[in-house]
Nanobody, 121 residues
Framework: QVQLVESGGGLVQPGGSLRLSCVASGSILSINDMGWYRQAPGKERELVAFITSADRRNYEDSVKGRFTISRDNVKNTVYLQMNSLKPEDTAVYYC???????????????WGQGTQVTVSS
């Protein structure tokens, strides 16, 4: 199986920045789409941003202009640079990656464990 290890979460003041990382490891043949989701208290999990294998990016409206998703295909890593953070960004952030593992028949979705991001004065 694949492991996704997240890092970079924490407590930050409004207007501050954080950079989340998610590193995939395992017998990986190929990686397709990579994305970040978040879930705030009392809300459904929502897609924040994703990036395709062709580096096509998409963002949830509330984070456009503030967040940037990127990937490193050599390191099997997806990043989320978060700037101008707002209290409304407070949530648990999860990475999600489509991975083709050696021995499998195709791509499957894998989730990171989640990392807490808290934006507060």
């Amino acid at each position: 199986q694949v492991q996704l290890v997240e890092s970079g979460g924490g407590l930050v003041q409004p207007g501050g920045s954080l950079r989340l990382s998610c590193v995939a490891s395992g017998s990986i043949l190929s990686i397709n789409d990579m994305g970040w989701y978040r879930q705030a208290p009392g809300k459904e999990r929502e897609l924040v941003a994703f990036i395709t294998s062709a580096d096509r990016r998409n963002y949830e409206d509330s984070v456009k202009g503030r967040f940037t998703i990127s990937r490193d295909n050599v390191k099997n890593t997806v990043y989320l640079q978060m700037n101008s953070l707002k209290p409304e960004d407070t949530a648990v952030y999860y990475c999600n990656v489509e991975i083709f593992i050696r021995g499998n028949s195709g791509y499957r979705m894998y989730w990171g464990q989640g990392t807490q991001v808290t934006v507060s004065s």
